[in-house]
């Protein structure tokens, strides 16, 4: 099945181990970011979180965190992680396109990271309104967007600075669009990092 709407596609992944995003550590775009410009602290979500740590780093540095991810295994590993560094962290299983009933406005910020890229890309347009729906209004949305260049068959779904600013424009302000200082082996030169605003 190649259906990344379906959790069964991603499960599947998590089973073969054919989870090469993997990285085993927290991403460095939002390393460098948080460290040294961090956003104000608050509830902030991370939606695909898949092992949790993006959303395990967040925690350490004192923002209250929920991950989101509709694998179990993914939620299974990340609550794993996250009981042996000790670190407080709520890991939801959820579709991220039915986040809004029961969270909206309830989160002060969102970090994106390798969601956008890899839900359906008709479907972007539909994420863009679900995180929307979820940080309330002023508050703030830091993403990395990737992957710049790429083959159209995702996962991961290309991205293009033209789209993103398009998509995100009704609903977010960008406030700064930059390619981040450091990032994991293969992907240099194909990110960049977004900070926007809830528009009120
Ligand atoms: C490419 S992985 C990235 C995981 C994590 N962000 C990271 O960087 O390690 C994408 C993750 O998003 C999750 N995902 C994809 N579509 C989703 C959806 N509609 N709702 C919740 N999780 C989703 C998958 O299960 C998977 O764990």
């Known amino acids: 099945?190649?259906?990344?709407?379906?959790?069964?596609?991603?499960?599947?992944l998590y089973a073969q181990h054919r989870d090469g995003w993997e990285m085993g550590r927290a991403a460095p775009p939002l390393v460098d970011f948080v460290d040294t410009t961090p956003p104000p602290k608050g509830r902030v979500?991370?939606?695909?979180?898949?092992?949790?740590?993006?959303?395990?780093?967040?925690?350490?540095?004192?923002?209250?965190?929920?991950?989101?991810?509709f694998a179990p295994?993914?939620?299974?590993?990340?609550?794993?992680?996250?009981?042996?560094?000790g670190v407080r962290v709520a890991f939801e299983r959820r579709d991220v396109f039915a986040l809004a009933g029961e969270?909206?406005?309830a989160f002060d910020g969102a970090w994106e990271y390798t969601c956008y890229c890899a839900i359906d890309p008709r479907r972007r347009?539909?994420?863009v309104r679900a995180l929307a729906a979820i940080v309330r209004p002023g508050?703030?949305?830091?993403?990395?967007?990737?992957p710049f260049r790429g083959a159209p068959n995702g996962?991961?779904?290309?991205?293009?600075?033209?789209?993103?600013?398009?998509?995100?424009?009704?609903?977010f302000r960008i406030a700064r669009d930059f390619p981040p200082l450091r990032s994991a082996r293969g992907r240099q030169g194909r990110e960049r990092v977004v900070l926007a605003y809830r528009v009120c």
């Open 1 to 12: 099945m190649r259906d990344p709407s379906a959790p069964a596609f991603w499960e599947g």
């Open 45 to 69: 979500a991370v939606p695909g979180c898949g092992r949790g740590h993006d959303a395990r780093f967040l925690a350490s540095r004192g923002y209250d965190v929920t991950g989101f991810d």
């Open 73 to 85: 295994a993914a939620v299974e590993a990340a609550r794993a992680l996250a009981q042996r560094d």
């Open 103 to 105: 969270y909206t406005n």
């Open 125 to 127: 347009a539909e994420y």
């Open 139 to 146: 508050g703030w949305l830091l993403a990395c967007f990737f």
């Open 155 to 171: 996962p991961p779904f290309p991205v293009s600075r033209a789209e993103i600013a398009r998509r995100l424009a009704p609903r």
